[in-house]
T-cell receptor, first 114, second 115 residues
């Protein structure tokens, strides 16, 4: 296992287009998180899954954003009708659902909306 | 809502010297965890050190140690014998115990290590 994997690493898209990112967590991890990191800021929580269930969504996650985790394995984050304000690094992290365990992060997908 | 504040946007240290990064947080919870994460340029975030709030003893990991002051809600990171590879963004993060266990991050401190 090579850790949390995210694809693509970089995405440039035109405003108004839809984009989809993928995250493959560490195989035995049942928790998966999406965070967004803008320039000069720390990561901000977007949503999290325990197995296939999406259990919490931040108010940052507008209705243009949707996330899925079918079968409790990989996850996708889709942004519809992208806006320039969506430009950010999107980070995925995974962990075990046991207290005090470490969250492991992927390298992120950097989205640029032009 | 919990908040995490890192008041030092940038810090620098000479190689082999010691540097301390500051972090304060606000919470009404009594049980929680605090973390320092390191984010090198273009690489993924990795955990540096973790502190459980119920533990009075400060956590240490090799050259990294924390000064956890629960009453003051302060959680600083000390890096001893700084190395060039320590150069990175450092994020302080808070996590509740139970529930989603999502992380709340500060804005980060950019650490430069001078040879």
């Amino acid at each position: 296992d090579t850790g949390v994997s995210q694809d693509p690493r970089h995405k440039i898209t035109k405003r108004g287009q839809n984009v989809t990112f993928r995250c493959d967590p560490i195989s035995e991890h049942n928790r998966l998180y999406w965070y967004r990191q803008t320039l000069g800021q720390g990561p901000e929580f977007l949503t999290y899954f325990q197995n296939e269930a999406q259990l919490e969504k931040s108010r940052l996650l507008s209705d243009r954003f949707s996330a899925e985790r079918p079968k409790g394995s990989f996850s996708t984050l889709e942004i519809q009708r992208t806006e320039q304000g969506d430009s950010a690094m999107y980070l995925c992290a995974s962990s075990l659902a046991v207290d005090s365990t470490e969250a492991f992060f992927g390298q992120g997908t950097r989205l640029t909306v032009v | 809502a919990q908040t995490v504040t890192q008041s030092q946007p940038e810090m620098s240290v000479q190689e082999a010297e010691t540097v301390t990064l500051s972090c304060t947080y606000d919470t009404s919870e009594s049980d929680y965890y605090l973390f320092w994460y390191k984010q090198p340029p273009s690489r993924q975030m990795i955990l540096v050190i973790r502190q459980e709030a119920y533990k009075q003893q400060n956590a240490t990991e090799n050259r990294f140690s924390v000064n956890f002051q629960k009453a003051a809600k302060s959680f600083s990171l000390k890096i001893s014998d700084s190395q060039l590879g320590d150069a990175a963004m450092y994020f302080c993060a808070y996590r509740t115990q139970g529930g989603s266990e999502k992380l709340v991050f500060g804005k980060g401190t950019k650490l430069t290590v001078n040879p």
